[in-house]
C-alpha cells in the first residue's frame, strides 16, 4: 500500500506504530469496565460505601482535563515523549491505585491515574491524524476505535476473572506488563512529531483558569445527584465560581502566545459542529450502556451477568460499524451523509427503547440496543476526520484533542440529567401508584423519551455541517485548507 504521509515511513513501521497505539489505548480503554466489576469487592475492603462514585469521578475528571492540556503540550515537546509520559504515568499510579490502603488514597491515586489515562485516549488519534493522508485517517481510526469496542466486551470478562481469582488489586497491576509492553513498541517505532514552529511557552494562566472552570462545575454536576446532603446554595457557589473562571479562562487565551485551546478554532464551523455533535452522541450512547442493563435486571429480572452478556451485541456492532465507516469515508472521501445516517439510526435505536415494557422479551431488548450501537459506532471517526481536514497539520493535534473532550463532557454532563429523570420520575405522583417495577419502566421510558430528542437535534445540526472533501496527499491537502477550502467551511 502507498502511504502518504509527509514522514518516510516503511509498512512495517507504520504496522509497529498502530499495534503500539493500540496496546496503549487498550491499557486505558480497559479501565472503565473493569473498574466497574471490581469496585464492589474494593468498596468491602476499603469501606466507604458513600464515596462509591468519587474515584470514578476523580478518573474522569483528571482525563477530561488532561486531553486538552496535553494534546497541546504535545505540540511543543513531541507526541512520542507525552504519549510515553502517559503510559508510564498510568502504569506508576495504576500500581499506587493497587497499594491503596483507603477510599481517601484510592480517590487521590486515580485522579493521578486520570492524567495518564487522558494521554492515552487521546494523543493515538493526533498521531494517526499526523501519519496519514486525509481519506486514509478514517480508516486507521476506525481500528483505533475498535479497540473501545473490545475493551467493552472483554473488560467485564476479565474483570471478573482477576477480581474473583487474584484479588480487586490486581486489576491495577494488571495495568504494568501491558504498560511495558506498550512503551517498548512506541519508543522502538515512533517518530517523535512535533510541530517545529511552536513556541515552547507554557500557557500557565490558561491551564490553572481551565482546570479550576471545570474542576468547579464537574464538582457541581457530581453533588447535585443528592440535593438534601449539598444544598442549592453550595452547588450555585460552585457554578458562579465555574463561570467567573471560564470568563478568566477566555482573556487568558486572548492574550496567550501559545494558548492551550486557540479561541480561534471557534471560528469555524465545522469545529463548532461536530463538537456538539460529539456530546449529543456520547450522551445517547450512554443512555443505552447505562439503562439497557438496569432493564435487564430491574424489569426482565436477569441476573448481573446474563445483563452484561446482553451487551456484547451492542458493543460488538459498535467496533464492527466503526470499522466499516472509516473504510466508507476512506473509499469516498465524504462524511456528511454519514453523520446524518449516524443520527437517524441512533435515533430508530432510542425510539424502540422508549418502547419498551414489562412485557418486553429480552430478544427484544438485544436488538433494540444493537441498533443503538450501529448508531452509536458510526460516530466515533467521524467528527475526528472531519475537524482534522478542515484545519491545517499545525492544529491537528488541539482540534482532535477537543473531539475527545467534548466526547467527555457529554458524558459528564448526560449521565447526572438522565439519573435526575430517573430519580424525579420515580418520586411522581404517577409512578406512586405503580409497582417497584412499573415505576423503573415508566423512568427509562423518560429517560429514552429525552434521548429521542437529544438525537432529533443531533439530525437537525447535522445538516449543518459543511463538507470538506478528503484529499489523497496530506501536503497538498493542507495547502487546500490554509489557502481556500478552510474559509468555505467558516
Request: hydrophobic share 55%; with cysteine; charged share 10%.
Amino acid at each position: 500500500m502507498n502511504y502518504k504521509s509527509q514522514y518516510d515511513l516503511t509498512k512495517d513501521q507504520i504496522n509497529m506504530i498502530m499495534a503500539g497505539l493500540m496496546v496503549g489505548l487498550l491499557v486505558a480503554a480497559f479501565d472503565y469496565s473493569i473498574m466497574a466489576i471490581a469496585m464492589p469487592k474494593v468498596i468491602n475492603s476499603l469501606h466507604g460505601m458513600e464515596y462509591y462514585v468519587w474515584p470514578f469521578t476523580s478518573y474522569m475528571l483528571s482525563s477530561t482535563i488532561a486531553i486538552i492540556l496535553f494534546g497541546k503540550l504535545s505540540d511543543i515537546y513531541g507526541r512520542k515523549h507525552i504519549l510515553i509520559a502517559g503510559i508510564i504515568t498510568f502504569v506508576i499510579t495504576s500500581v499506587m491505585c493497587g497499594f491503596a490502603t483507603n477510599m481517601f488514597q484510592l480517590i487521590l491515586f486515580r485522579g493521578l491515574q486520570g492524567i495518564g489515562g487522558g494521554i492515552l485516549i487521546s494523543l493515538p488519534f493526533i498521531v494517526v491524524g499526523e501519519i496519514f493522508s486525509p481519506r486514509e485517517r478514517a480508516k486507521y481510526m476506525g481500528i483505533l476505535a475498535s479497540v473501545f469496542g473490545l475493551a467493552d466486551v472483554l473488560g467485564p470478562i476479565i474483570g471478573g476473572v482477576i477480581t474473583d481469582s487474584f484479588g480487586w488489586r490486581w486489576v491495577f497491576f494488571i495495568n504494568v506488563p501491558v504498560g511495558i509492553a506498550a512503551v517498548t513498541m512506541i519508543l522502538y517505532s515512533l517518530p517523535n512529531f512535533k510541530l517545529p514552529d511552536v513556541k515552547k511557552i507554557i500557557d500557565y494562566s490558561g491551564i490553572i483558569t481551565f482546570t479550576l472552570a471545570l474542576s468547579t462545575i464537574f464538582f457541581a454536576i457530581t453533588l447535585a445527584g443528592d440535593i438534601n446532603k449539598y444544598p442549592l446554595d453550595e452547588m450555585a457557589v460552585l457554578i458562579v465560581f465555574s463561570i467567573f473562571m471560564f470568563a478568566l479562562f477566555v482573556l487568558a487565551e486572548k492574550k496567550a502566545v501559545e494558548p492551550i485551546l486557540p479561541l480561534n478554532l471557534f471560528k469555524n464551523s465545522i469545529f463548532n459542529v461536530s463538537s456538539l455533535e460529539s456530546f449529543i452522541a456520547s450522551a445517547l450512547m450512554f443512555s443505552g450502556i447505562i439503562y439497557v442493563p438496569l432493564f435487564a435486571q430491574g424489569v426482565l429480572g436477569m441476573s448481573a451477568t446474563n445483563s452484561g452478556l446482553i451487551m456484547i451485541p451492542m458493543f460488538l456492532s459498535l467496533t464492527i460499524t466503526s470499522i466499516i465507516t472509516g473504510q466508507i469515508i476512506s473509499k469516498t472521501g465524504k462524511y456528511k451523509n454519514l453523520v446524518i445516517v449516524e443520527f437517524v439510526i441512533t435515533g430508530i435505536g432510542v425510539i424502540l427503547l422508549a418502547t419498551m415494557n414489562v412485557n418486553t422479551p429480552y430478544y427484544l431488548l438485544l436488538a433494540y440496543s444493537t441498533v443503538l450501537g450501529i448508531g452509536s459506532g458510526m460516530a466515533y471517526n467521524i467528527f475526528n476526520v472531519a475537524v482534522q481536514n478542515a484545519f491545517a497539520l499545525r492544529e491537528i493535534g488541539i482540534v482532535t484533542a477537543s473531539m475527545r473532550f467534548f466526547r467527555n463532557v457529554g458524558t459528564i454532563v448526560s449521565v447526572p440529567i438522565f439519573g435526575y429523570i430517573m430519580n424525579f420520575t420515580l418520586g411522581s405522583s404517577n409512578a406512586v401508584t405503580l409497582s417497584k417495577t412499573q415505576a423503573l419502566v415508566l423512568s427509562i421510558q423518560n429517560i429514552f423519551i429525552v434521548a429521542i430528542l437529544l438525537s432529533f437535534v443531533g439530525l437537525v445540526v447535522a445538516f449543518f455541517l459543511k463538507e470538506i472533501p478528503l484529499g489523497e496527499n496530506m501536503l497538498m491537502t493542507q495547502e487546500e485548507v490554509s489557502e481556500g477550502q478552510l474559509e468555505k467551511a467558516k
